[in-house]
Nanobody
Framework: QVQLVESGGGLVQAGGSLTLSCAAS????????MGWYRQAAGKQRELVAT???????NFAGSGKGRFTIARDNAENTMYLKMNSLKPEDTAVYSC??????????????????????????WGKGTLVTFSS
C-alpha cells in the first residue's frame, strides 16, 4: 500500500556533493517524522538525520555541518544534501518514515472520516560510494 523509494546515490569523489531523495507513495493520509540512516559494510546502521512534519531537524555527529535535510510535505518527499563528502561516508543510505496509512475512506465509514493505521516504513536504500 505504501512505498518509500530512495534515489540519488552514486559514485562521488572526496569533497564532492550529492543529494538523495526519498519519496513516499500510496494510500497516505499523513507522513510524520522522516529520517535518513546509513549502513557501511560490516557496520551497524546508524542515524544520519531526522526531520519532523513541522521541519524540526536533528543530525547525528557524522553529518553535522556538512549535511542538510529537508522535506516537501505536499510531495511526501524528503531530501538529504551532502556536502564535503568523505570516503567514510560510503554506505547504503536508507530512509525511514512514520506514516498514517488510509484503510478506509470517508465514503466507506459511518462518520465520513478517514480510517487509518500508523505504520513505520523503510526504503530499500541507495548506495553512495567513492571513486579514488
Amino acid at each position: 500500500q505504501v512505498q518509500l523509494v530512495e534515489s540519488g546515490g552514486g559514485l562521488v569523489q572526496a569533497g564532492g556533493s550529492l543529494t538523495l531523495s526519498c519519496a513516499a507513495s500510496g494510500s497516505i493520509l499523513n507522513v510524520h517524522d522522516m529520517g535518513w540512516y546509513r549502513q557501511a559494510a560490516g557496520k551497524q546502521r546508524e542515524l544520519v538525520a531526522t526531520i519532523s512534519s513541522g521541519g524540526n531537524t536533528n543530525f547525528a555527529g557524522s553529518g553535522k555541518g556538512r549535511f542538510t535535510i529537508a522535506r516537501d510535505n505536499a510531495e511526501n518527499t524528503m531530501y538529504l544534501k551532502m556536502n564535503s563528502l568523505k570516503p567514510e561516508d560510503t554506505a547504503v543510505y536508507s530512509c525511514h518514515a512514520a506514516i498514517d496509512v488510509i484503510v478506509a475512506s470517508p465514503a466507506d465509514t459511518d462518520d465520513s472520516t478517514f480510517r487509518y493505521v500508523g505504520i513505520t516504513y523503510w526504503g530499500k536504500g541507495t548506495l553512495v560510494t567513492f571513486s579514488s
